[in-house]
């Protein structure tokens, strides 16, 4: 029942037995009055008024009393009420704190998106017959016409020669550090705003338990969200940049805990025991722990 439902009722109780007291009085007073005759019985009636005192002292006391039980029932229903407004406000302030992780979240996503659109390539078409690739990567003094890759293709097009030297490379770490850093300008750029995006999700606090599967699962859901933005030859480049230098101290173990590597086109792999340099989990959710 509502508090004023409750109050309105304790009221009218009050008023009707404040009614029922007065009526009660008047009554005996009235028939006392009546029933007694001559001065000796008059006088016994005023000597009634003693304890009609005593009556109207205990009625008072009673009323005191009730009084009492009434602010003491009322203080209850506003602790109550207090108790459900505070859980209110923490269920506002949870949402709001949500509301502003996701605005974060999303604002890093669109960001990326901008990162990938903003990459491009500038490259000579080679006219010489006998080069499959049909394009010279790097080298700008060749004689023909010049196309600008935009966006993924940029990736696409870099990771075939990574690909390619990384097939027979015997130092890992020089070969790919010397194609990052033909790509650095734009590449670091992208790995710096995706390490971001992951790292803002795994620090954010969903729930009071760090270590249950429920606050795992959740964050698990929205590093998903990032990883379905993913082409192939970005999850390529990422799988090959965190085990290099740059990403492996602090984004591999990210990749490896959100499995973002789950949809990776293991055919495109330099070499498929490339594979075994990660944790199983990096292309596949097992469990929270």
Same mark, same amino acid.
């Given at each position: 029942m509502r508090k004023e439902e409750i109050k309105k009722e304790t009221e009218k109780d009050l008023v009707y037995f404040s009614i029922a007291i007065a009526i009660l009085i008047i009554i005996g007073w009235i028939i006392t009055y009546f029933t007694l005759e001559g001065e000796k019985d008059r006088g016994t009636f005023g000597d009634m008024f003693g304890s009609l005192n005593a009556l109207y002292s205990g009625f008072a006391l009673a009323g005191i009393i009730i009084t009492i039980l009434l602010q003491r029932k009322e203080l209850i229903l506003q602790r109550e009420e207090l108790r459900e407004t505070r859980g209110e406000f923490q269920i506002q302030n949870e949402t709001l704190k949500i509301q502003r992780f996701e605005n974060t979240f999303f604002n890093l996503l669109s960001l990326h998106h901008k990162i990938v659109d903003g990459i491009d390539f500038r490259r000579i078409k080679d006219n010489n017959p006998f080069n499959n690739t @049909?394009? !010279?990567?790097?080298?700008?003094?060749?004689? =023909?016409? $010049?196309? &600008?890759? $935009? =966006?993924?293709?940029v990736f696409t097009h870099h990771y075939q020669k990574l690909k390619e030297d990384l097939s027979d490379a015997e130092d890992f770490d020089s070969t790919y550090d010397y194609h990052y850093q033909k790509a650095q300008a734009d590449f670091g750029h992208y790995f710096r705003n995706l390490y971001r995006i992951i790292k803002l999700v795994d620090n954010y606090q969903f729930s009071k338990s760090e270590e249950s599967e429920e606050e795992f699962d959740k964050k698990y859901n929205y590093a998903s969200i990032?990883?379905? @933005?993913?082409?192939?030859?970005?999850?390529?480049?990422?799988? +090959? !940049?965190?085990?290099?230098? @740059? =990403?492996?101290?602090?984004?591999?173990?990210?990749?490896?805990?959100?499995?973002?590597?789950?949809? &990776?086109?293991?055919?495109?792999?330099?070499?498929?025991?490339?594979?075994?340099? +990660? !944790?199983?989990?990096?292309? =596949?959710?097992t469990s929270y722990q």
């Open positions: @049909q394009f !010279n990567l790097y080298d700008s003094e060749d004689d =023909g016409a $010049t196309i &600008i890759l $935009t =966006g993924r293709d990032v990883r379905a @933005q993913l082409s192939d030859f970005e999850l390529l480049w990422i799988f +090959y !940049n965190c085990i290099s230098k @740059q =990403g492996k101290e602090k984004f591999k173990p990210l990749i490896e805990k959100y499995s973002l590597l789950k949809n &990776i086109p293991y055919n495109e792999l330099a070499e498929i025991d490339h594979k075994k340099l +990660y !944790n199983e989990r990096a292309f =596949g959710k």
